[in-house]
């Protein structure tokens, strides 16, 4: 029998080479749709408009649509989730309603993305009358957000030390005062980090904005109305490469392809970085 240096050695090698081969994937990956899709961007490219029959088209208000449905549908579900994870770590206690509530989230998570877009279609553009537009993109995609970060919301203040708020509480502070001024504070840089992987995923949604934000876009670059078309990055990929009829398709797919790549990596670590800044500062301060 093999001892137990012997195992632990061996478990280690395959724990490392599971992680190369992962970063690997990932490294090749990136390095392919980087090297196909870089030579085509331009500034014309990232700012124009787009075309549908002639080669030579840009993706400006595409781009512009893929940042302002993202924004609004955080900015929807946010105080949502936030509120719902702080009423299941602080104040749920251990019974049948908070198991329900935990299935529930659970169970809307797994539901795949294209069946959120039907029920967007029934309900936002059918039913309320908004029709294909950015604000029905943006309400329909809250749903896919929503579980997500009220888990990862959870997660944050339960990983906050029991006694940072018994110390709050023997100092006479009320529960309240304790979970805005105690409990949020150390538990951001986990709420950042989710919010984080929610907009990346966010960012490249595509079944959602097809029912219900369209795959056209408004000829007013920068239209902040909400009832417009709001076609984004990853549907218009879809839509070039599924019935476009412009001839540079492919170097419209490719150039998209690498614009939401750079776009995910500058905007993770737009967020990424302070959140570690902050979570380093506040391990100091706790030792």
């Known amino acids: 029998m093999m001892s137990a240096r012997i195992c632990d050695k061996i478990a280690t090698a395959i724990a490392w080479l599971a992680a190369i081969v992962i970063l690997g994937v990932l490294a090749s990956f990136l390095l392919y749709m980087l090297y196909k899709g870089l030579p085509v961007l331009s500034w014309h490219f990232i700012t124009g408009m787009p075309s549908d029959i002639r080669a030579g088209g840009g993706v400006g208000p595409e781009l512009f649509n893929s940042f302002y449905i993202l924004?609004?549908?955080?900015?929807?579900?946010?105080?949502?989730?936030?509120g719902a994870g702080i009423y299941l770590a602080e104040y749920a206690g251990t019974g049948r309603v908070t198991e329900l509530i935990r299935l529930s989230t659970e169970s809307l998570a797994t539901v795949p993305s294209i069946v959120l877009g039907l029920f967007g279609m029934i309900v936002f553009i059918n039913y309320l009358g908004l029709g294909i537009s950015i604000l029905?993109?943006?309400l329909t995609l809250t749903l896919l957000n929503i579980p997500v970060l009220v888990r990862v919301t959870e997660e944050s203040f339960r990983a906050v030390p029991s006694y940072y708020r018994e110390a709050s509480l023997a100092l006479g502070a009320t529960?309240?005062?304790?979970?805005?001024?105690?409990?949020l504070p150390n538990a951001l840089p986990g709420l950042i980090t989710g919010i984080t992987l929610t907009a990346g995923r966010a960012m490249g949604e595509t079944a959602i904005l097809i029912f219900t934000a369209g795959t056209?876009?408004?000829?007013q670059a920068g239209d902040f109305d909400l009832?417009?078309?709001g076609e984004t990055l990853a549907v218009h990929l879809w839509y070039v490469m599924g019935i476009g009829l412009v001839p540079d398709r492919m170097e419209i797919a490719n150039g998209i392809g690498a614009l939401l790549i750079i776009t995910i990596l500058i905007f993770n670590l737009a967020f990424?970085?302070?959140?570690?800044?902050?979570?380093k500062r506040m391990t100091g301060t706790r030792q």
């Open 71 to 82: 924004v609004l549908s955080m900015l929807f579900s946010f105080p949502v989730a936030l």
């Open 216 to 219: 056209t876009v408004s000829r």
């Open 272 to 279: 990424t970085i302070p959140g570690r800044m902050l979570q």
């Open 227 to 229: 009832f417009a078309a």
């Open 136 to 138: 029905s993109g943006a």
């Open 175 to 183: 529960k309240w005062q304790t979970i805005w001024r105690v409990v």
